[in-house]
């Protein structure tokens, strides 16, 4: 569980080990958002110098829901848009050295088709199902999100039938999708 924090935030220590814990899948996920290298890098930019010039004001509970809320805000914020957005080859990560050629094409055939049946998904169980594969806990995209937990676990629930449903009545091979989503989570796992 997080630890509950009131001002004086923190010191200069202390925001160093909170930004190099969270930066990495904090950009995932403005980047999954924004779909710019460099717009995600500005929005992550902004969100930790208001940190840092506003961490003897702030009052956080969870400092990774409140991270993860404020990257979301900042992101549509810059996009000037309410809808998060589809999974990008450069999102993944699949690089040369990762994988053999082979490899390399089949996961990304792999994970082109998870990305086209998630994105047949509603917005809030498409972004739902990103902050998981960002790592958070169903309270924390709760908490994110300004939702209930339950309502977290109810779309959770549906986005997994749904995704169920268009494997089974699509002509995809099975085992690719599978492959896909499996990769999806290993990636996600060693990030």
């Known amino acids: 569980m997080e630890t509950v924090c009131t001002p004086p935030f923190f010191d200069l220590q202390q925001f160093e080990n909170v930004f190099k814990e969270h930066y990495a899948a904090l950009y995932r996920y403005v980047k999954s958002i924004v779909k ?7 929005v992550l930019s902004d969100l930790f ?13 969870f400092i990774k829901s409140y991270l993860f809320r404020a990257a979301r805000n ?10 998060a957005s589809a ?3 450069d999102y993944w990560d699949i690089t040369e050295d990762s994988f053999n050629p082979l490899e390399r094409i089949v996961a990304k055939e792999s994970i082109r088709i998870v990305e086209e049946l998630m994105n047949k998904l509603p917005a809030t169980r498409k972004e739902i199902i990103h902050l998981r594969l960002c790592g958070l806990k169903n309270h924390e995209i709760a908490k994110t999100l ?3 937990e339950k309502k977290v676990e109810y779309n959770m629930r ?34």
Do not use: C, H, P, R
């Open 36 to 42: 710019d290298d460099d717009l995600a890098k500005d």
């Open 146 to 148: 300004d939702i209930t």
């Open 49 to 61: 110098l208001n940190l840092w010039v506003q961490k003897d004001k702030l009052q956080i509970q």
């Open 158 to 191: 549906e986005a997994i039938e749904q995704l169920s449903y268009y494997m089974n009545n699509s002509n995809y091979d099975k085992a690719t999708i599978a492959g896909g989503l499996m990769l999806v989570n290993i990636i996600f796992t060693l990030i």
């Open 74 to 83: 900042g992101s549509l914020k810059a996009l000037n848009v309410q809808s």
């Open 87 to 89: 999974l990008t080859e």
